[in-house]
């Protein structure tokens, strides 16, 4: 399984970007997907999750109300919208990650639950 994040960038607070994270190598409707934030001397921080069929999704209490996480099945992509952009969105990597996992239902938030990482997209927001 390869993971393609791709959509970082630098923006202004108040702005938006649309990452996205592309998966291949398997069927990707079978994957549960996860967004993480990291900065350098910082642990990974949990930003986003959505289940294989998209029926649940979670979000950070940081992001909630500005982010919003969709999956393409179709074109084996999920997204995460993020809007309202402050400077404490900014981190060095935005990182996907995805797991094996039929639960329609389930969320996962810690990146140990997650097998599989792509290499990760800078998104810088400036005040």
């Known amino acids: 399984v390869q993971l393609q994040a791709s959509g970082g960038g630098l923006v202004q607070a108040g702005d938006s970007l649309r990452l996205a994270c592309a998966l291949s190598?398997?069927?990707?409707?079978?994957?549960?997907v996860g967004w993480f934030r990291q900065t350098p001397g910082k642990e990974r921080e949990f930003v986003a999750s959505?289940?294989?069929?998209?029926?649940?999704?979670?979000f950070a209490d940081s992001v909630k109300g500005r982010f919003t996480i969709s999956r393409d099945n179709a074109e084996n992509t999920v997204y995460l919208q993020m809007n309202s952009l402050k400077p404490e969105d900014t981190a060095e990597n935005y990182y996907c990650?995805?797991?094996?996992?039929?639960?329609?239902?389930?969320?996962?938030?810690?990146?140990?639950?997650?097998?599989?990482w792509g290499q990760g997209t800078q998104v810088t927001v400036s005040s």
């Open positions: 190598g398997r069927t990707f409707s079978d994957y549960s």
């Open positions: 990650a995805a797991r094996f996992d039929l639960c329609s239902t389930c969320y996962y938030t810690r990146p140990g639950e997650y097998v599989y």
């Open positions: 959505i289940s294989w069929s998209g029926e649940s999704t979670y």
